[in-house]
Nanobody
Framework: QDQVAESGGGSVQAGGSLRLSCTASGFAIGNICIAWFRQAPGNQRDWVTY???????QYSDAVKGRFEISKDNAENVAYLQMNNLRPEDTAMYYC?????????????????WGQGTQVTVSS
C-alpha cells in the first residue's frame, strides 16, 4: 500500500529542537516531491518546506534558517530537523508526497498524506 507516515513529534521548550521523520512505503522517496505542512487548531494547513526529486529545497519564511528538510533515499525516509523552536511552531505536522511531476505549496498539490505528528513548544 502506498503511504507515508510521520514520527518524532513531542513537547519541547522554546529554543529546543526536534527531528521529524517521514517514512514512505510503496514508492521510492527519491523519485517524488516530499513536503511538510503544519496545522494549528482553528487554522488552515500551512506549507512549511519541500524537497524536489532533483534536490531543490524551499522553505516558508516562517521557518527559514531554523528548519532543515532532508531525504535518505537508501532508507526511504525524509526528515524535518527543527531548531530554535518557538511557541508559534506548535501544530500538527504532516508529511505529504506528490507522485506527479513537480512540487507545490498548496495541500491540493499532494496526493499522499500521513496521519500527522504533534509538536508542542512551550515558552
Amino acid at each position: 500500500q502506498d503511504q507515508v507516515a510521520e514520527s518524532g513529534g513531542g513537547s519541547v521548550q522554546a529554543g529546543g529542537s526536534l527531528r521529524l521523520s517521514c517514512t514512505a512505503s510503496g514508492f521510492a522517496i527519491g523519485n517524488i516531491c516530499i513536503a511538510w505542512f503544519r496545522q494549528a487548531p482553528g487554522n488552515q494547513r500551512d506549507w512549511v518546506t519541500y524537497v524536489t526529486t532533483g534536490g531543490t529545497i524551499q522553505y516558508s519564511d516562517a521557518v527559514k534558517g531554523r528548519f532543515e528538510i532532508s531525504k535518505d533515499n537508501a532508507e526511504n525516509v525524509a526528515y524535518l530537523q527543527m531548531n530554535n523552536l518557538r511557541p508559534e511552531d506548535t501544530a500538527m505536522y504532516y508529511c505529504a508526497a506528490r507522485t506527479r511531476a513537480g512540487c507545490g505549496t498548496r495541500p491540493d498539490h499532494y496526493n499522499y498524506w500521513g496521519q500527522g505528528t504533534q509538536v508542542t513548544v512551550s515558552s
